[in-house]
């Protein structure tokens, strides 16, 4: 097992980077992938211009990538928005402008994955309320997933990095999966497990794998410390990858981590006999 039985999705927006974005998709085609992600491209608006959203669809369909996931409208990424899920006002009032144009551009391209993130806590704002702010947005995301045949995904972020954030944890990521399948009862909210930021917040990492990986609708991966390709730090990616297939995940694995630049290879530790696989 290993690297060579999974099947990798490129994640668009952390590599590929020296590369404008409508070049990106023909990018991961030519090194040899043919599934990509995308955070929320457009840092700027929820709801941007048809023009913007065709080209980057047209973009997507001529390089022959499939798009597997889309994260709806989350400020900017990586810094320090974090998401606007449990923000009351007018971030709560853009991400919810975004959710119908996330899902119609994900389903025109048959994406079966959108990510939600839950968003910072705020000075002055009760958590309860935003929690339950928080779960009436998520429901409605999931709702808008399950109309293009998607699933819901919710994931925990590290504290180091996000220290605003309330889901630094498995357990914590998955409870609110579970509130909201049942408040809409569709049963769609899938946990997105992100490696990189469990080993970040400490997590024993096996331990998370054998309790949540039957709630798991998505794995990305990035080593740690410094968020580089696997291999450029200390975690044990391919031991873990096989912890995860051997506790029955079968689904696509997110490369989400940060580009080398335009002069050197990200994918130097995947052979290209691999790549086909995806």
């Keep these: 097992m290993g690297f060579a039985d999974q ?13 404008p974005l409508l070049e990106r998709p023909a990018a991961a085609a030519a090194a040899g992938f043919s599934a990509v992600e995308l955070w929320w491209p457009w840092v700027d608006s ?3 211009e ?3 959203l065709d080209a980057l669809k047209s973009a997507i369909e001529d390089a022959g990538v499939q798009l597997t996931g889309l994260n709806f409208y989350a400020g900017q990424l990586p810094g320090p928005d974090r998401g606007a899920l449990s923000v009351p006002g007018e971030e709560s009032a853009r991400f919810r402008a975004n959710v119908p144009a996330a899902a119609e551009f994900a389903g025109s391209l048959g994406c079966t994955a959108l990510n939600a993130l839950y968003g910072n806590r705020v000075d002055g704002v009760d958590p309860g309320a935003q929690d339950a702010l928080a ?3 998520l429901a409605l995301a999931a709702r808008a997933a399950a109309r293009i045949g998607a699933i819901l ?5 590290n504290a180091p990095e996000s220290p605003r954030y309330p889901l630094v944890s498995a357990e914590a990521a998955v409870g609110v999966v579970e509130r909201v399948n049942e408040a809409t009862g569709l049963d769609n909210a899938r946990f997105l497990m992100d490696l990189y930021h469990l080993s970040m917040n400490g997590a024993d990492l096996p331990q998370v794998i054998a309790e949540y990986t039957d709630r798991t609708g998505h794995v990305q991966i990035a080593d740690d410390p410094g968020r580089g390709a696997p291999g450029t730090g200390a975690l ?14 079968g689904g696509l694995v997110g490369l989400e981590y940060k580009s080398p ?5 990200p994918f130097t530790w995947l052979p290209s006999s691999y790549r086909a696989r995806t």
């Excluded at 995904?153 to 972020?157: D, N, P, R, T």
């Design 7 to 19: 099947r990798f999705t490129v994640n668009l927006s952390i590599l590929f980077t020296e590369l």
């Design 46 to 48: 929820p709801t941007p």
């Design 50 to 52: 048809r023009s913007r």
């Design 135 to 137: 779960l009436e947005n």
């Design 153 to 157: 995904l919710v994931e925990a972020l």
């Design 236 to 249: 044990p990616l391919e031991e873990l990858l096989d912890r995860l297939a051997k506790a029955g995940y």
């Design 261 to 265: 630049g335009a002069d050197a290879d």
